[in-house]
């Protein structure tokens, strides 16, 4: 088949291409895709727990941060501003300082005990023996009972007249029963039933992630190690710990952040006694900001806790990455 020329003079004529693509119906079929709605169906799902956050979170730090830089009190009807002056004052406080070395000691001493009190509970806990769940429910306890009842009871327990502690002690003629321990009225004896009584409230908490922690672990492992001759310990150490570590940083992480602002034990059992050797930051900011009605430099010492629960966030964060890593 052979295409005659165009006659001179004549426009040659185009060879017919593909057919033009329909124009869009406007931005309208983009717009409401399926990919925008299941983007706007996420941001409906989410932002109720943005919003808690923000309502519950944010406007709360932000309104310390501003009294923390005012003069503001409880009888105040203005607010001036008065920069750094206030944590200047706290820094120079020496109650701050005490409260500043208890907080880590009473931390510090509280998560070694739940850390080796919840190992110890989740071995024991974790292959299946008659009762298991009746034991089970009795080390919860602690985390299901509201703290402010059961630090009552600790406080009677621990009362210098009432103790039954100390009626026991002397009936086994260990201690004198005209002169029985003060639990609560001498400093080093206070800051240890503190620190005792914390123990037996977060340890349920501890137990149950390591006892997670535990059940995850592939039981080939350990039953490998047993028939190759490791003992107990050996299995312990060498092979559940690595493999929990994981998991105890994260209990580990959760009880730092809920001890370090803490003061319901502190306040119900000594308010912050003997002589403030008890006295913890989020208690002394109670004590300074609400009960002393200064609510500027109450809001001060909160503002401590922050960068402090960051930094160790960020440190023990960095610690599980590495122990994922290798």
């Known amino acids: 088949m052979t295409v005659d020329a165009p006659a001179h003079g004549a426009a040659p004529t185009p060879a017919p291409g593909p057919a033009p693509a329909p124009a869009p119906l406007g931005?309208?079929?983009?717009?409401?895709?399926?990919?925008?709605?299941?983007?706007?169906?996420?941001?409906?799902m989410i932002s109720p727990a943005i919003?808690?956050?923000?309502?519950?979170?944010?406007?709360?730090?932000?309104?310390?941060?501003v009294y923390a830089m005012s003069d503001v009190s409880i009888a105040s009807t203005g607010i001036h501003f008065v920069g750094l002056q206030n944590f200047r004052s706290v820094l120079q406080s020496p109650a701050f300082r005490r409260a500043l070395v208890n907080s880590a000691v009473f931390t510090v001493a509280s998560?070694?005990?739940?850390?080796?009190?919840?190992?110890?509970?989740?071995?024991?806990?974790?292959?299946?023996?008659?009762?298991?769940?009746?034991?089970?429910?009795?080390?919860l306890l602690p985390w299901?009972?509201?703290?402010?009842?059961?630090?009552?009871?600790?406080?009677?327990?621990?009362?210098?007249?009432?103790?039954?502690?100390?009626?026991?002690?002397?009936?086994?003629?260990?201690?004198?029963?005209?002169?029985?321990?003060?639990?609560?009225?001498?400093?080093?004896?206070?800051?240890?039933?503190?620190?005792?009584?914390?123990t037996w409230r977060m340890l349920p908490f501890s137990t149950v992630i390591m006892l997670a922690g535990l059940t995850s672990i592939p039981k080939e492992?350990?039953?490998?190690?047993?028939?190759?001759?490791?003992?107990?310990?050996?299995?312990?150490f060498q092979i559940t710990m690595p493999m929990m570590r994981p998991i105890m940083n994260v209990a580990l992480l959760f009880g730092v952040i809920f001890t370090f602002t803490d003061m319901t034990v502190v306040y119900v059992l000594t308010r912050g006694g003997p002589y403030d050797t008890t006295q913890v930051l989020p208690s002394l900011a109670f004590f300074t900001g609400?009960?002393?009605?200064?609510?500027?430099e109450g809001a001060a010492i909160s503002i401590f806790l922050v960068p402090i629960l960051v930094v160790v966030a960020v440190l023990m964060l960095r610690t599980a990455a590495r122990s994922e890593v290798t």
Do not use: C
């Open 221 to 236: 492992i350990p039953e490998a190690a047993n028939v190759d001759g490791a003992g107990f310990f050996r299995t312990l």
């Open 111 to 139: 998560q070694v005990l739940v850390l080796v009190g919840a190992t110890i509970l989740s071995l024991a806990l974790k292959d299946a023996f008659r009762g298991r769940g009746f034991f089970r429910f009795l080390i």
């Open 51 to 65: 919003l808690f956050i923000i309502l519950l979170i944010g406007v709360p730090f932000a309104m310390a941060f």
């Open 144 to 198: 299901v009972a509201p703290i402010s009842l059961g630090s009552i009871g600790w406080k009677w327990i621990l009362d210098s007249i009432y103790s039954v502690i100390n009626w026991g002690l002397a009936a086994l003629h260990l201690v004198d029963k005209f002169d029985p321990p003060m639990w609560l009225g001498t400093p080093a004896l206070a800051m240890i039933s503190v620190i005792l009584v914390h």
């Open 27 to 44: 931005g309208r079929r983009h717009r409401f895709g399926p990919e925008a709605r299941a983007t706007w169906l996420g941001v409906f």
């Open 290 to 296: 609400v009960l002393g009605s200064d609510l500027a």
